[in-house]
Structures are given as structure tokens and as C-alpha cells.
């Protein structure tokens, strides 16, 4: 029989060479190049085209959800890296433009924020630091909503016109 405190060894052990084998199941990804850079192929995974990939990024498979693929993509796309938080933060800055994407705001702290947007579609992007060093990136990528033309109880145009008919 086995002493509990040879079991509570065993145990954490065993817990601990777990969390490490999860660790492994981060996909590396290949760096992407801009749109106008881009010529070359890789064959290395690459889930979607229009965002840029900072070097040695691994995809966090369990926290991601990338419907579609390429270039019409939705969902979130989370990354891990050694790059660290401000050096990840300038890399997203330059490199969105060169994806065609259009910036619309960005703030830079513990967890930093970029938003930016391309027809039909709005990208965020959060930046956190690891504790280990490197940092966590997660991309979500959406349709953008219609805007709203008016505010509920000021009806106008065409909204004007069905208020009339009720």
C-alpha cells in the first residue's frame, strides 16, 4: 500500500508532467508576410492570410475558433509567442496597414488593445504579457454591424414612415 504521502508525490508529479504535455499542444505557426510582400509559400500551418503572424508565434489550439479560413475569416485566434508585450504591440501597429487593415484606436498597457477595420470587417487585437516572458495574442476578427441611423423614439427616413403607419 502506498504511504499518502508517497501518493500526494505521485499525484503532483503526475499533474505536473500534465500541464507541460498541454503546453506541447500549441501549433506552431510560420510568420506571415503583408500583401504586398507576399510571393513565396510556405508550407508551414498558416489558419488565415489577412493578419499578420509575428516569428515563433504557436497557435493556442483549445482557446481559438477560427471559422471559415484565409481571407474571409471570423472568430478568435489566440497565439502565444516569446516576442514580448511592447515589442508585439509595434509589430501589430506597422504590420496591420501592410495587411490592408485600417486603424481605429489603440491603447498600450498591461493589456494592450488595437482596433482596426477593413470593409465589412473589424479586427481587435489584445496583447498581454506572459509571466514567463513573451506574451498572449489573441485576434478576434467579426463582420462589422450596420450603424444605427437613429435612436429608439426618434424614428427618420424610411423608420419614419412606419412609425407613421402604426
Known amino acids: 500500500m502506498i504511504s499518502p504521502a508517497k501518493f500526494s508525490i505521485i499525484a503532483a508529479s503526475f499533474a ?10 500549441n501549433e506552431p505557426l510560420s510568420a506571415t ?13 498558416r489558419p488565415v ?5 509575428p516569428k515563433d508565434a504557436a497557435l493556442d ?3 481559438s475558433l477560427i471559422l471559415s479560413g484565409q481571407n474571409e475569416w471570423t472568430g478568435r ?3 502565444v509567442t516569446s516576442v514580448n508585450a511592447t515589442e508585439t504591440y509595434a509589430f501589430y501597429k506597422t504590420q496591420m496597414p501592410l495587411f490592408d487593415w485600417t486603424p481605429i484606436m489603440s491603447v498600450q498597457s498591461g493589456i494592450s488593445v488595437l ?5 465589412e470587417r473589424v479586427a481587435t487585437i489584445q496583447i498581454e504579457r ?5 506574451s498572449v495574442i489573441t ?17 427618420t427616413g424610411n423608420d419614419q414612415q412606419q412609425f407613421r403607419q402604426r
Open 115 to 119: 482596433t482596426f477595420s477593413r470593409p
Open 77 to 79: 485566434l489566440v497565439m
Open 49 to 53: 492570410s489577412d493578419v499578420p503572424i
Open 33 to 45: 508576410q503583408s500583401n504586398a510582400a507576399a510571393g513565396a509559400s510556405s508550407e508551414a500551418f
Open 61 to 63: 489550439a483549445e482557446k
Open 139 to 155: 485576434v478576434t476578427v467579426a463582420r462589422a454591424q450596420d450603424t444605427v441611423q437613429s435612436a429608439p423614439g426618434n424614428p
Open 130 to 134: 506572459r509571466a514567463l516572458g513573451g
Open 16 to 25: 505536473a508532467i500534465s500541464l507541460l504535455g498541454a503546453c506541447a499542444l
